[in-house]
Every structure is written in C-alpha cells, then in structure tokens.
C-alpha cells in the first residue's frame, strides 16, 4: 500500500456557493423591515437571503438535468409566510426547510421546534445554508432527511436550547447533489414519518443502538450507470479523478491503461458518534474485448480514508456484491492500510452489482450497472 499524506483535500469537499444578486437583498431587506423585533428582523433577513439563494441553486441545477424534463414538472414554490421562523420551498412534491445561519459554532445546527414538531410546517429534508453576507455569498453546507432527523432525536434526545433542537453538523449530509439524485429517484413519501410512528416511536425506545445504526445503514436507491462514463455522461455524485488538489495522490491513484481507464471519485459519509467518518471511494473503469468480440467493461474500486485520518479504521470492509445481494469479493482494512480495493472484475454491459462499504455495524451500499 502506497503511504500518502492523508491531508490532501478532494474537490468534491468544496461546498456549493451561490452568489446573492442585488433583487436578493432588496427583497431581504423588505421583509425583515416588517419585523419590529430586531433580532427576528437579523435572522428573517437571513433566513430570506438562504431561500432566494437555495432556489436560485435548485432551479440551475433541474436546468441542467434533461432527463428530468420527461417526467418531472420541476414547478418550485416559493413560501414566504413562516419566513421569520425558516425558509419554506417546494419541488414538485418536495419540501425543503431552508435553515440559514451566519456560521457554525462548535460544529452545532439550530433547527426551531415548529418545524420539527408542526404538522403543516415539517418538511422532507432540512437544508443547511451558511449565508456571507459581506461575501455576498450563501454556502450550501448540507442536508438532513426529516425521518432521519426523527431518529435521531428519538435515539440521541437531541438538548433544546432557545426554541431550537440542537444537532451535531456530522449527521447532515454535505453533498447537495445527493437531494437532486433523490428528486429524481425516489419519491418523497419515503422521507416522511407517519404521525402514528413517530407517537410509537417516542415511548418504545427499546434497543436504540440498533435502531440507529439501522438508520446509518443507507442503502442508495439510485444506480449508477458505468457505461455512460466511457461516453462522457457525468454523474451528478461523482467527480473525476482530474478534479483531485494533490497531484501525487491522483498519480498514485493511476493504473497500467491509463489512457483508457476513466476514474472517478465519490464521497462516502459515515456518521459515527458525534464525529463524521469520510471516505472516498474511487472506481475506476476502462473497456475490455479481450474476450472475443462481446464487449467488456472492467472495474476497480478502492477506497481511501480522507480528512486527518491517515489509515483506514481496522476491520473496515469494501465488497463486491451481486444483484441478488450474494457476497462475491470481500477486503478488510488492516492495522496501517492507506487504502484497500477489490480485485479488477469485469461483466457485460447491462449487468448490475452492489459495493458495500462496512465499518462495525454501519454501512453503505452504491448499486452499479455496467
């Protein structure tokens, strides 16, 4: 295994920013003029600021997105009447509660009660936005599904303080493109938490260790079609290797046909105690007609610990899994393991499989389709 320096940062790491316009402050500044009370009129001022700047990012991405186009309405609504309380937009059959703040402190999110606890207020995902104003710039930090966020409270017994349950930044997730792979993918109902469960869920607390970690167990909906990356289809999740900041990393990252092979990169985040546990998770594909004259694709996938962490944790597992779910390959990270990967496997085009990234009883599954 290769020793690198696990200091060097990812690209995909950098936050989405979204320039604020001048219509946008004109706006903020019109709204939070009718709140006489000064800090209600700073955070409704704020909590505009991160709507206008949410939307505008939500509508060029969809923009981007032909495939949406066939079976979406991509209709956004924008809700204005709770605004001093959080921002309120609607895609299509999605909510979004746009939570705004001037920074982090000590790694903590402030979501208010009313949007946690009223029906009419509770949304599908918790977005995340860190608004400069000066900058005049908001940052997308990230996002929390709403029944995540129910079990966690439900498991953690989230501290209230000044009306706002109080929520380690770690659980979010900070990859906004992900909310535009569940718009396409999923539907919204999944998100939800059905007011009976949620009753049930607050006087059984029986085993909540493996309720959370069956929480953590995040299994991707969506697929990702490997085939198209030889075409120069881009996924929205994932970034080529060309986009890592260190250049010994991304040679150390090269292999033998390396004119061929086309390398990408995706975060994986596991939340772990109160601290995140990132890692990257590289695929590496190129075609192979070795065989006869039936094309090929063969893969690679190898995994790497990011952040200050400069091995992997022990015992972490990469796998190989089938469609039916049937364990094919299995690696184990050792005491001092830079990274670890499967061994090169190759399938036609159409066929389907799974890698699994596993450390104790948290896990995360990417489906392919080659």
Known sequence: MPNLNSTQDFRLLLP???PLETEHFALAFSTSSLNNDVDNAWQTYLNTLGLLAFEAWLASEIDDLDIVKSHKQQVIHRDMEQIAIAGSLQLDDY?????????????????????????????????LLEVLEEEEEVVIRGFLP??????????????????????????????????LAY???????EFTVPILDRQVNQVNQVNPVSQWSENLTRVITSTTKLSQWLQGVLDEAWQTIDSLTNPELALALSSRNTNQDTKKAKIINLGLDLTS??????????PDVSEGTQEKISVLAQLYP?????????????????????????????????????????????????????????????????
């Open 16 to 18: 989405e920013i979204v």
């Open 95 to 127: 909510n979004f509660c746009v939570i705004a703040t001037e920074h982090l402190l000590n790694e903590i999110v402030n979501i208010p009660q009313e949007v946690i606890e009223q029906p009419q207020l509770i949304p599908h995902f918790y977005v």
């Open 146 to 179: 709403y029944n995540q966020l129910i079990q966690i409270q439900n498991n953690l017994q989230l501290p209230v303080h000044d009306g706002a349950y109080q929520i380690p930044f770690s659980y979010f997730d900070i990859e906004p493109n992900h909310i």
């Open 183 to 189: 718009y396409l993918h999923t539907q919204a109902s």
């Open 277 to 286: 546990k990132k890692f990257a998770l590289l695929v590496s594909i190129s």
């Open 306 to 370: 990011l952040g200050e962490e400069r091995f992997l944790p022990q015992n972490m597992k990469l796998m190989l899994l089938s469609k039916a779910g049937k364990t094919l390959q299995e690696v184990t990270a050792r005491t001092q393991d830079n990274y670890i990967q499967l061994k090169t496997f190759k399938g036609e085009p159409g066929i389907k499989f799974s890698i699994k990234v596993t450390l104790g009883d948290v896990s995360v599954n990417e489906n392919f389709e080659l």
